[in-house]
């Protein structure tokens, strides 16, 4: 995907990358397992990954490291995400352009409308981490095909779930 960045876009890559866990971030997934506002296929995920970056794909793709999602918990509480908002998930990530993803306990994964998480409308666009994870993937695939978007953009414009 970074070959012909440059050449494309004028400007060199920046990080686009899956970064293994460390000791930290293990310690960090456990912590965020104990809390208990989060899927246990989250706590999984990070117990083998610390973060995802990627900068270049579109406006970004980020999913942050559990010891990120602690410290916005600890900062700014959980976001209500399902009908009414009676469930509550936590931020895990970003789009790059502002907009939030959001772990529901049930393993659901929502993105917010908006940049603001005050008064949170959400659109949930993965079932579960592992269909959130695939669209990911789908995504960076079209991407380095053909710089269009790809899957989880394309879920905002008519969703499926």
């Known amino acids: ?10 400007f060199p890559p920046g990080t686009n990358e899956v970064r ?3 000791r930290d971030d293990q310690t960090a997934a456990r912590a965020l397992g104990q809390v208990g506002l989060v899927s246990a296929d989250l706590v999984t995920f990070y117990d083998s990954i610390g973060d995802v970056t990627w900068a270049d794909v579109d406006n970004g793709y980020f ?5 990120d999602v602690l410290l916005r918990l600890q900062e700014y509480g ?3 995400v399902g009908a009414g908002h009676k469930v509550h998930g ?6 790059g352009g502002g907009l939030s993803y959001v772990g529901g306990l049930d393993g ?3 993105r917010t409308r908006t940049a603001s998480l005050d008064e949170p409308e959400l659109d949930k666009v993965a079932n579960d981490l ?3 994870l695939e669209l990911l993937e789908r995504s960076v695939k079209r991407f380095v095909a053909d710089g269009e978007p ?12």
Request: glycine share 12%; proline share 7%; with cysteine.
């Open 130 to 132: 592992r269909q959130f």
């Open 150 to 161: 790809g899957a989880l953009q394309a879920s905002l414009r008519s969703p499926f779930c």
């Open 78 to 80: 959980t976001v209500g």
């Open 90 to 95: 936590l931020v895990i990530g970003s789009n």
């Open 63 to 67: 999913l942050a490291p559990a010891s």
């Open 20 to 22: 293994p866990t460390s």
């Open 108 to 110: 659901s994964v929502h």
């Open 1 to 10: 995907m970074t070959g012909e960045f440059e050449r494309w876009h004028g």
